[in-house]
């Protein structure tokens, strides 16, 4: 798949995972449905690598670092956004983990000496400014107190965990890690981390047969989880982490437009204002920067030359 077509699937189905996330709370632990998800999504991967013949064997240095990569992504940043949401409501946990672009452009920075155009600084401020402001009436009246900085705090630790994830998973594909493999292996890494907190912690491990559980649960898992991570960390590969985690602001902005039609969501002016907001940060970070673009026309018109001087005939 090209880039185009990675980014969109990434924005539209992770945009659209909200609702099914919705059908997974009530009688099920959060923590037990996550386990479902990750280890369902595993062994989707597992056998689809099996019928493909893809290599699933690695050496020990190479699954130390996929576990470490799978508990990062699949793992413990989930845990600490589900905690968060018990003491800040969504919209404070999406504007939180929507930081994860500029948590990303720093650790790019830092993990992989990352040249960081001002376009993307500027195009990443635009997008977060449009959050904000897309999400403004529901924190207006939200009093700063020691609950809400509380789950800000874990927002950000998941968020953290989830961005050292995908370094890992850039390091991964530079070690010549396939995508595919090390995404079932991490996921399945994930799932036990999730099965033995939650057996720590008591949790039941209880099943809701409805179609609603059922349904939402083969969703995130095929789709969020194997399709959506599959897209995204090619794109982490390919782009860079500073410009593919700008699906994470794209997100609300999807759910946005589908609550409008599932759930008759009114838009009003801050609506507005922060959807043309994160759609022109979004054009501002993905858009080609001149230097990009000057660069690639001098290697166009290098290859044109030197194409030029194998077809013209030597002289005698």
């Not at 070690?175 to 999730?194: D, E, I, R």
């Not at 090619?234 to 999807?254: E, N, Q």
């Not at 290697?299 to 013209?312: F, G, N, W």
Request: hydrophobic share 50%.
């Amino acid at each position: 798949m090209n880039n185009t077509l990675l980014y969109v699937l990434t924005v539209l189905i992770w945009g659209s995972t909200w609702i099914a996330i919705n059908y997974q709370l009530g009688d099920v632990a959060p923590e037990a449905s996550l386990v479902y998800r990750f280890g369902l999504a595993a062994a989707v991967l597992f056998v689809f690598c099996w019928i493909k013949k893809l290599p699933l064997a690695f050496n020990l240095r190479q699954h130390a670092q996929i576990m470490a990569f799978g508990l990062c992504l699949f793992g413990v940043n989930y845990y600490f956004l589900y905690l968060a949401q018990q003491h800040i409501n969504s919209a404070l946990t999406c504007i939180g983990f929507s930081t994860m672009m500029i948590i990303n452009i720093l650790n790019a920075r830092f993990w992989y000496k990352t040249k960081i155009t001002k376009q993307v600084y500027y195009g990443a401020a635009l997008g977060l400014f449009g959050i904000i402001t897309l999400f403004w009436p529901q924190i207006n009246d939200i009093d700063i107190g020691a609950e809400t900085l509380l789950g800000l705090s874990l927002c950000l630790a998941g968020t953290l965990f989830a961005s050292s994830g995908n370094m890992l998973s850039i390091k991964n594909q530079q070690m010549k890690l396939p995508v595919m493999q090390t995404n079932a292996w991490g996921m399945a890494y994930g799932s036990l981390f999730m099965a033995v907190l939650a057996l720590v912690r008591g949790v039941e491990f209880n099943f809701s047969l409805t179609l609603p559980y059922v349904s939402s649960l083969l969703y995130l898992s095929i789709f969020g989880s194997v399709i959506a991570f599959g897209c995204y960390l090619t794109l982490l590969g390919r782009i860079g982490a500073h410009k593919a985690s700008y699906a994470t602001v794209m997100f609300p902005a999807v759910a946005v437009v589908i609550s409008t039609f599932v759930e008759g969501f009114v838009w009003d002016l801050t609506t507005v204002i922060g959807f043309i907001c994160i759609m022109l940060g979004n054009l501002v970070v993905l858009s080609p920067s001149k230097q990009a673009a000057k660069e690639e026309s001098g290697s166009q018109k290098r290859q044109t030359e030197v194409c030029e001087q194998e077809i013209t005939p030597a002289k005698a």
